[in-house]
């Protein structure tokens, strides 16, 4: 593995997302500030949406990078790039006109028409982009992926700005700005792909066919990514339809804020992926137990930056405060989360099993949606709903490392488990207990799971005191 290379990429990809966390450090913490709570709602509810726009692209932009992932850009057939770019245009404008549609004659609710139009218009401009990105990713240049998310967030901070300097108190403005930052980024991406746009598009039906074997390939890792992100999503919907859309709006507040370490996450497992290919399959089962280790290792320490954020998220946004107590839940689920992402979702991709990574995410939804019915009937509060999301969260991390485990004849249920009682024991705190007797706990905690991960920690050292020497 090249990790002179590796590491330029991940530099420019945390680069990338510090950016972006800015961005979203301004959304998450001073649109609502300005926004009502009911707009601020809409406002989540749009971003919401957006988040499964990727569906409709039926897997095609999975296929182009699992079928080209590895190969240089002076071999890939550019001609076939831009003739499946097209052909995913046409059946993704229908199914945007088709929502758009839905939206401006089966709402009677005129906020949620509007985010459902403005969604369908996000869906092309989005899933286009990413068309291009997925790409380049496969040809291991993740940085045209990282400098489109530096302008796509870079100009949204700047007219977000301008929005909050003058108190812009309508969520559609926001929207609007957030769809004029992505066509900024699809803009970028066409510009640096201007190769595969000059070439020679392949005939139609050799086009429909190619198309047809990358969807073949990529759906069911679409699936796959849909089925594991509504573990989550299904939460938010539950709350939506059973307790209105402010409480919406409040539990997506809690969740904004842990979706800024999953974002980091995102970009670490973009560049990993390429990268992983590249290593061959000999090391696989190396990195797989070296990535699984380091990152059960580090991970937990997220826990200590729950009270510092409760507190000063709370004295910012004092009407939020009461509903901060959702990210009590969040983090234990933002650490199995990134996991998961990281560990299990790459080296499935790696190994090209798409259809054992949509079955692990079915078995993880089932299980939530299950303990979501029973808490539904038994306590029936947004929180309970909240915590029976983490059991699908859960299994999915746990049943994806223990098959990957077999699979490289490597194992730690140790640390899958010292991570779980870590977990339960600081729900209880954080629910329960005052912000710095929480804090001091996690402490306690953190000492504790370093005693008893204790050569995974000490490698953790290791490694990071190699890079800090730049000696790795």
């Not at 286009?128 to 990713?137: D, E, I, M, N």
């Not at 992505?182 to 086009?207: D, I, N, S, T």
């Not at 497992?269 to 089962?285: I, K, Y």
Request: charged residues 10%; neutral net charge; aromatic residues 14%.
């Amino acid at each position: 593995m090249n990790t002179r290379k590796l590491a330029r990429d991940l530099i420019t990809a945390f680069g990338a997302q510090g950016v972006s966390f800015i961005a979203s450090c301004f959304t998450t913490l001073l649109v609502p500030k300005i926004l009502g709570v009911e707009e601020f709602a809409y406002w989540q509810l749009f971003v919401f949406y957006t988040s499964y726009v990727s569906f409709f692209q039926l897997g095609l932009n999975d296929g182009v990078n699992l079928q080209h992932g590895g190969e240089d850009q002076s071999l890939i057939n550019k001609g076939l790039i831009k003739s499946e770019m097209c052909v995913g245009l046409v059946y993704q404008t229908i199914a945007a006109l088709l929502i758009a549609f839905y939206g401006l004659f089966n709402e009677n609710d005129s906020g949620r028409t509007l985010v459902i139009v403005s969604a369908a218009a996000y869906l092309l401009l989005s899933n286009t982009a990413f068309y291009f990105s997925y790409v380049f990713q496969a040809m291991n240049e993740t940085r045209v992926a990282s400098y489109s998310t530096v302008i796509n967030r870079g100009f949204y901070l700047a007219t977000l700005f301008v929005c909050l300097l003058f108190r812009v108190e309508s969520f559609f403005p926001y929207v609007f700005l957030y769809i004029a930052a992505q066509a900024l980024a699809l803009c970028y991406c066409l510009w640096k792909g201007r190769a595969f746009l000059h070439a020679e598009l392949l005939p139609f039906k050799v086009a429909l066919r190619e198309t047809a074997l990358s969807i073949k390939l990529g759906f069911v890792l679409t699936i796959a990514n849909i089925t594991g992100s509504l573990i989550i999503g299904i939460s938010r919907l539950i709350i939506d339809n059973v307790w209105g859309l402010s409480a919406f709006g409040e539990v997506s507040l809690s969740l904004s804020i842990v979706n800024f370490a999953l974002t980091f996450i995102s970009q670490v497992a973009m560049v990993a992926f390429p990268a992983l290919r590249l290593a061959g399959a000999d090391s696989e089962g190396y990195y797989f137990s070296q990535m699984r280790d380091l990152i059960g290792a580090l991970l937990p320490a997220a826990f200590l930056f729950y009270a510092p954020i409760k507190w000063l998220v709370g004295i910012w946004l004092p009407q939020y405060y009461d509903s901060l107590i959702y990210l009590a839940v969040l983090f234990p689920v933002c650490v199995f989360e990134a996991q998961a992402d990281l560990v299990v979702v790459t080296f499935m991709k790696v190994r090209s099993e798409p259809r054992v990574l949509f079955l692990l995410n079915l078995a993880a939804l089932g299980s939530c949606v299950a303990a979501q019915l029973i808490v539904l009937f038994v306590v029936h509060t947004p929180f309970a709903v909240i915590v029976a999301s983490l059991v699908g969260v859960f299994v999915r991390y746990a049943a994806g490392a223990h098959y990957l485990g077999c699979r490289y004849q490597s194992h730690n249920v140790r640390l899958v488990l010292c991570t779980l009682a870590l977990s339960v024991m600081f729900m209880l705190s954080a629910s329960t207990l005052s912000l710095p007797l929480c804090f001091t706990t996690c402490v306690v905690l953190l000492i504790v799971h370093a005693i008893v991960n204790h050569s995974e920690c000490r490698m953790l050292v290791e490694k990071v005191s190699h890079l800090v020497r730049g000696t790795c």
